[in-house]
């Protein structure tokens, strides 16, 4: 009961970003951030689920494409459990190195599939530079939520991966 309770507050919080970002937020994205915390703390396959139908939304409401977003944001899914298992959750460093990483893969990938479907020319500069900036905001977003991202984040882990363990002699 306690899963579907946080995953109704996740959608929430999809529609509510989704709101934010449309009408002030045009220089974070903030989708990569939320698929980010909740493969790092609740697991690959809330994560990949949930990164591949928020995707396909996003693809629906703004996208010109179906399917992209949605890749891209599953693989980011699948991305933060590795990058759980192998880092600290606990250093605000890495989150934001984590969030730097996660949006240069996700603005990379969209940008790459435009210019094969042949969408825009290649403009390497306008595009380095908007993605440094928006890296740049993330990472500063990051900065400011970390507090309730960390206190909220085990809060999930506590429901999505419980550990139980069998003593192997009782």
């Known amino acids: 009961m306690k899963k579907a309770g946080i995953i109704a507050l996740i959608i929430l919080a999809f529609f509510i970003i989704y709101f934010l970002q449309a009408d ?23 994560g990949l689920i949930l990164g591949l139908i928020f995707g ?6 703004i996208g010109k494409s179906i399917g992209i977003s949605g890749i891209l944001l599953g693989a980011i899914g699948l991305i933060a459990e590795y ?11 890495t989150i934001i190195l984590m969030v730097i990483i996660s949006t240069f893969i996700y603005e990379v990938g969209i940008y790459a599939f435009t210019i094969i479907k042949g969408g825009i020319e290649i403009e390497l500069w306008s595009f380095s530079k908007i993605m440094l900036i928006e890296m740049l905001y993330n990472s500063l977003l ?5 507090p309730l991202i960390h206190k909220l984040g085990y809060a999930m882990e506590n429901v999505f991966k419980s ?3 069998m003593t192997r002699y009782f």
């Open 163 to 165: 550990k139980t363990i």
């Open 56 to 61: 396909i939304l996003i693809d629906l409401l």
């Open 24 to 46: 002030f937020f045009s220089w974070f994205n903030l989708f990569v951030i939320l698929i980010l915390f909740v493969g790092l703390f609740a697991g690959k396959k809330i």
């Open 83 to 93: 990058c759980d298992k192998n880092f600290s959750k606990d250093s605000k460093l």
């Open 142 to 146: 990051i900065i400011i939520l970390y």
